[in-house]
């Protein structure tokens, strides 16, 4: 089962997203318009909650978690994704809030009370340590990250393409009935 209730909290959905059928999504997730989670997707909305924005797309084996509040930090730490953001194959998104227009590159950590503002590159690999905050309009790469340099405007206009690309293709995917 691809979404499962767990303590009365079912994930949601709108009818325009695409969600694999071999991801498994648990628990307070709300998934908004147009977004896409792609294989082996796990996103456990248990302690805490998980939102993903509209157009957003998660791609293959990426895991979504959050963490509990505790008595110094009573909120915990949700997981926020905004608007037009690519997560890339294989990514580790735990308790951190992504702002709109970023790309994540591939096989990045990126840990709990980080803040992500807008139109902002993770290389592919980079480790965001906890509670780090990533400037708007600017390159991170690295482990631990370092700010690389100021995005080209042909990087900035890609942010928005490439959630597009994903929202073409998981609409592919929705006509060959493939969602689950
Ligand atoms: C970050 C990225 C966009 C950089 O692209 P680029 O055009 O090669 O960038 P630059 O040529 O300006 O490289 C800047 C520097 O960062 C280094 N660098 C680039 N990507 C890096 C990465 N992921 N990790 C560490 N260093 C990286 C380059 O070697 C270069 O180092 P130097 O200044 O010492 O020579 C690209 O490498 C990347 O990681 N893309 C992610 C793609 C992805 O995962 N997409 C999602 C799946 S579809």
């Known amino acids: ?19 694999d059928p071999s991801a498994v999504i648990v628990g307070d997730v709300r998934i908004a318009e147009d977004a896409s989670i792609w294989p ?51 990514c580790m998104l735990h308790g951190c809030q992504l702002g709109n227009r970023i790309l994540v590159g591939m096989g990045a950590i990126v840990m709990d009370g980080v803040i992500v503002e807008d139109d902002v590159f993770i290389g592919a690999g980079t480790l965001v340590p906890p509670n780090k905050r990533l400037e708007s309009g600017y390159l991170y790469v690295g482990n631990p990250m370092i700010k690389k340099r100021p995005l080209k405007e042909s990087e900035v206009n890609f942010l928005s393409q490439s959630a597009q690309n994903y929202v073409e293709l998981k609409n592919e995917y929705l006509e060959e009935g493939l969602s689950s």
Do not use: F
Request: glycine share 12%; charged share 25%; proline share 4%.
């Open 1 to 19: 089962m691809t979404l499962r209730t767990y303590k009365n909290k079912t994930p949601k959905s709108e009818s325009s997203c695409y969600i």
């Open 40 to 90: 082996l997707v796990a996103g456990r909305g248990d302690v805490n909650y998980i939102q993903i924005g509209k157009r957003t797309n998660i791609q293959d084996g990426s895991v979504l978690h959050v963490s509990r509040g505790t008595d110094s930090n009573p909120e915990g730490y949700p997981l926020i994704i905004g608007d037009d953001v690519t997560v890339g194959h294989k």
